[in-house]
């Protein structure tokens, strides 16, 4: 029973560059999220998608950020012209279905720095 | 406005000892979900106890305890006969009803447990 994987584990990036960070959730999860955690802070919401349908994108800090899930599993997080303040873990969470009560399962994380 | 405020920043005990982790939070909804997750130096957050609105119930876990009162708005978690093991940051969460399914997370409270 594999848990959520995201790949790269560490990435370093220079100023400026585009990176793509890569989420496999649990196999069968319906719903998937995006978490940013600075240094110090908790997790903040970034976006959700229920399969391939992006439901909510409102912590998406500024249009250099873009997620998505074509086909309703893997997701993938983009980030183009990255600044220094994009320097933090990026967490991708997993739950088996719609409903409040779902847990949400977590992956390890990418941490991001940006030089 | 929703948010949650784990005032404590850090807290270190001796092996053994009793600890609570405060956890606040403020919602205009009447159902929601609180939930806290532990994470652990290797970064991953792992789900340790969900509770709703509607039950305001205690919980006892093995040396786990979490006391829900929504009277003070608080959701507190109270170890036990600290181990070494249980040292880690551990994280509040609310996902309000009326919204998507994401978590907000307090700042977290990091926990160290000394022999």
């Known amino acids: 029973g594999a848990g959520v994987s995201q790949s790269p584990r560490y990435k370093v990036a220079k100023r400026g560059q585009d990176v793509a960070l890569r989420c496999d959730p649990i196999?069968?999860?319906?719903?998937l999220f995006w978490y940013q955690q600075a240094l110090g802070q908790g997790p903040e919401f970034l976006t959700y998608f229920q399969n391939e349908a992006q439901l909510d994108k409102s912590g998406l800090p500024s249009d250099r950020f873009f997620a998505e899930r074509p086909e309703g599993s893997v997701s993938t997080l983009k980030i183009q012209r990255t600044q220094q303040e994009d320097s933090a873990v990026y967490l991708c969470?997993?739950?088996?279905?719609?409903?409040?009560?779902?847990?949400?399962?977590f992956g390890p994380g990418t941490r991001l720095t940006v030089l | 406005a929703q948010k949650v405020t784990q005032a404590q920043t850090e807290i270190s005990v001796v092996e053994k000892e009793d600890v609570t982790l405060d956890c606040v939070y403020e919602t205009r909804d009447t159902t929601y979900y609180l939930f806290w997750y532990k994470q652990p130096p290797s970064g991953e957050l792992v789900f340790l106890i969900r509770?709703?609105?509607?039950?305001?119930q205690n919980e006892i876990s093995g040396r786990y305890s979490w006391n829900f009162q929504k009277s003070t708005s608080s959701f507190n978690f109270t170890i036990t006969a600290s181990q070494v093991v249980d040292s880690a940051v551990y994280f509040c969460?609310?996902?309000?009803?009326?919204?998507?399914?994401?978590?907000?997370f307090g700042t977290g409270t990091r926990l160290q447990v000394f022999p």
């Open positions: 196999s069968g999860h319906v719903s």
């Open positions: 969470a997993s739950s088996p279905g719609q409903g409040r009560d779902n847990e949400q399962f």
């Open positions: 509770r709703n609105s509607f039950d305001e």
């Open positions: 969460a609310l996902r309000p009803s009326y919204n998507t399914d994401k978590l907000i």
